[in-house]
């Protein structure tokens, strides 16, 4: 009975009667922007208690002395826990209430945060990570359901671009408050002061967030864009609510597409996240960068991405969504980006920032672009499987990176000089672009509803 009162307090909004004509236009531009500019905000702060640990990685070492595998392993914990939260919790969201659904994750991440700062136990340390990463799983899927509810296909491209942003503001501020909260109190404060500003955001997306269209009054988005597929013509789908084995079977595990983008999606991850965990730490290790330094590296990895996610998101739905062709076109720069960082000798910091900024401006537009893809193949009342399960496999990367980065960096590091041991580790990154780059390049001239 309790968990019949849980589920039904997600469950999706109901319908209401339809507004006068005459306020449609008004209403739906306004909601629109409304669900966009939430959305935004609140998975920006999804990221401000989910990536400031990198940022703190060698103060926690230093404090509670704990090694590289060790802190690997609370990477990767989180990151396994992140990619199977992704995938259970987008299909629940498939058929939640993203208003209540978003806002509780955001709550209770905060309270985990708070909780894992004032932890001094790796075992601690280990469960609280593990469940803040699956928890974490609670933010994408609301946002793919209300963008896919209030946003056409023929937006796509541009309006899950702009949306996708977020990540890179988000990811970027958390780098430089989790830097200058421990600079100035400690590295705890790296986890409290984002914890606080996660719970002010959980209210926010409370009150600011709405679910579908048809929940405040007005149509569909394929009635009001004139924008319905042949199929929905023909057999009126748009609006169908699908089962679990639909969601799973149907329009996920059985589609072939699917498949390829979250294989290529798990090794863009690994040079996606291989800076972003572990940049600060190998920046202040290997170049003699500050905390500070660090923590700019990150915001600069994350804001590098921010004009490319728009620019080439617009630019792949004006190529009739050749999304495939841009990512692989986006990938080789990157792979020369890493051997920059590998070249450039230490005390010239200034060139591992630019790389690092070249890095930021093509690997997220990649992501964006494969999940879009995913997005492109699937139904908008599949949106959050399909993304999480494409997810799942990119986290899967994350766990392969942190774990296993963190034991090479340990291994190679005992055979030889630090710096070795991390150049053998930007090699394997671009060894994954690589794959990523063969992988993406049977999408090439995969187009929307291919």
């Known amino acids: 009975m309790n968990f019949l009162k849980f589920h039904n307090y997600f469950s999706p909004a109901t319908h209401i009667e339809r507004l006068p004509d005459e306020q449609i236009k008004k209403r739906y531009s306004r909601c629109r922007w409304g669900v966009l500019e939430s959305t935004f905000t609140g998975y920006a702060t999804f990221y401000l208690v989910r990536n400031n640990l990198s940022i703190v990685s060698m103060d926690m070492e230093q404090a509670l002395h704990y090694s590289h595998s060790m802190i690997g392993n609370i990477l990767a914990i989180t990151a396994i826990s992140y990619g199977l939260g992704k995938f259970l919790m987008g299909s629940v969201s498939d058929r939640s209430n993203p208003r209540k659904f978003m806002a509780f994750g955001l709550l209770i991440t905060a309270i985990l945060n708070l909780l894992f700062g004032s932890a001094s136990h790796y075992g601690i340390h280990l469960l609280l990570w593990g ?24 937006e ?167 999304r495939g062709m841009v990512a692989v076109l986006c990938m080789f720069p990157i792979a020369f980006a890493f051997m920059g960082i590998i070249v450039n000798p230490a005390g010239h910091l200034w060139v591992d920032m630019t790389m690092l900024m070249i890095i930021g401006f093509l690997v997220y537009p990649v992501i964006n672009l494969i999940t879009i893809m995913a997005l492109d193949l699937t139904s908008k009342k599949a949106i959050g499987t399909a993304a999480g399960f ?15 980065f963190g034991w090479m960096a340990d291994h190679f590091g005992e055979l030889y000089d630090p710096q070795t041991a991390w150049n053998i580790i930007l090699w394997t990154i671009v060894g994954c672009a690589a794959i990523s780059v063969f992988l993406l390049g049977f999408t090439w001239k995969l187009k929307p509803k291919a």
């Not at 609301?142 to 946003?151: A, D, E, L, M, T």
């Not at 991850?269 to 290997?286: C, Q």
């Not at 997810?391 to 774990?403: C, D, E, H, M, N």
Request: glycine content about 14%; hydrophobic content about 45%.
């Open 390 to 404: 494409i997810g799942l496999f990119g986290y899967l990367g994350r766990v392969i990176q942190a774990s296993g």
């Open 131 to 154: 469940l803040n990463g699956f928890v974490q799983g609670m933010g994408w899927g609301p946002c793919g359901r209300s963008i896919g509810h209030w946003f056409s296909v023929r």
């Open 156 to 322: 796509r491209g541009t309006v899950f671009s702009l949306w996708n942003v977020s990540h890179n503001v988000g990811g970027g501020i958390a780098g430089v408050l989790s830097a200058q909260a421990a600079v100035a109190f400690g590295w705890r404060n790296a986890f409290y002061f984002p914890a606080a500003i996660a719970i002010i955001g959980a209210i926010y997306l409370f009150f600011r967030l709405k679910d579908t269209p048809q929940s405040v009054g007005l149509p569909p988005i394929e009635e009001y864009k004139d924008d319905f597929t042949e199929d929905e013509k023909l057999h009126g789908t748009h609006e169908q609510e699908l089962t679990a084995k639909q969601l799973f079977l149907d329009y996920t595990l059985k589609n072939k597409y699917i498949w390829l983008l979250a294989i290529a999606n798990l090794f863009a991850y690994i040079v996606r996240y291989s800076m972003y965990d572990w940049g600060p730490l190998y920046l202040r290790e290997v170049k003699g960068a500050s905390l500070s330094d660090g923590g700019i590296a990150v915001l600069l990895l994350n804001f590098g991405g921010i004009p490319s996610t728009i620019l080439l998101g617009w630019l792949s739905d004006k190529l009739g969504g050749r």
